[in-house]
């Protein structure tokens, strides 16, 4: 028997690149797709590389994710994180394929004192959070057959991302500022790639009750500020011999950028690990596997 095909649109992103990378399950084949080979805003080209494939399920990776230029690009972002979502959703269903679509913290307003639910009112903040919310939408209009998997703070090997990042200034500056009032959890791209390959798994079994589709949380466990998840690459970037420069707490008014963010983005993780059995683990374990990989010891 052929294997069950996992088709991930947005495959040359970083989360598209973790699951070209991730080790699939038997039975299962994962076939990734760069934007050049499907648009997601072109259904003739996104419903062509499904009937190519035949998945069983379609990942939706793809998505406009520049937060700030989103605020000033608000077509562009609607096109792609709303239409474009609810094509792919859309073409999924029509093959009978189950569809998960990724999403985000920021469809949340951050003013919470307790992780969020996924049944939480939303109130985004800025364009690319209100696009995301948009996608929601379309994907639930579209597919009856869809995992929305909301996820924060994503860091893996490609692509950029805040720990990239730090390591880059680390290595090029004696002191960084880092915000230390927002407050959110870091996820690794690639815990969160094995969690959608756990999702598939499960979908794709042949069991599957209505309960295990709607909307869900995925992010590694423990709640940090920007400033204390710096510190902690920092920490173990030392450890590797790689950049450890000096760090002071700033307040986000210190540092202004084009779109507001959630202060408080912590994502309740309980109804997949519930549903699914899905457990993610520390945040800091995650970093280290990273690191591994991006600081290799000499
Ligand atoms: N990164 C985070 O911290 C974070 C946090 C919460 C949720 N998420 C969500 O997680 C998902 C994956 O994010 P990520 O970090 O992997 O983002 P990413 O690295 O920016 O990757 C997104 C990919 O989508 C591609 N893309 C953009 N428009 C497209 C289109 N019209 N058709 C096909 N592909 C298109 C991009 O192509 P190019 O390579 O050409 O740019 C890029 O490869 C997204 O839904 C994002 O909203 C991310």
Redesign the pocket.
Known sequence: MSDKVLLV??????????LAKATAPTGWAIVT????A?????ADQVARAIGAHEPAVVV???????VDKAESDSDAAF???ET?AGIVAKAASDAQATVI??????VFDGQASRPWREDDPIAPLGV?GAS?AG?EDAVREAARRHVIL???????I?????VKTMLRFGAERPALKVVADQVGRP?S?HD?ADAILAIAGKLGGGVSTAKLYGTFHFANQGAVSWYEFAREIFAQSAQRGGPSPDLAAIPTSDYPTPAKRPAYSVLDCDKLAGLYGIEPRPWQAALADVLDRLLPKA
Request: proline share 0%; glycine share 12%.
């Open positions: 649109f947005g495959g040359d992103g970083q989360l598209g690149r973790a797709l760069s934007r050049a499907a648009d997601i805003t072109n939706n990776a793809a998505a406009y994710t520049a096109r792609i994180n474009g679509h990724l999403s985000t913290d920021y690319y995301k996608g909301r996820t924060s703070w994503v860091f893996g490609d692509r950029n991302n805040f996820t791209a969160l």
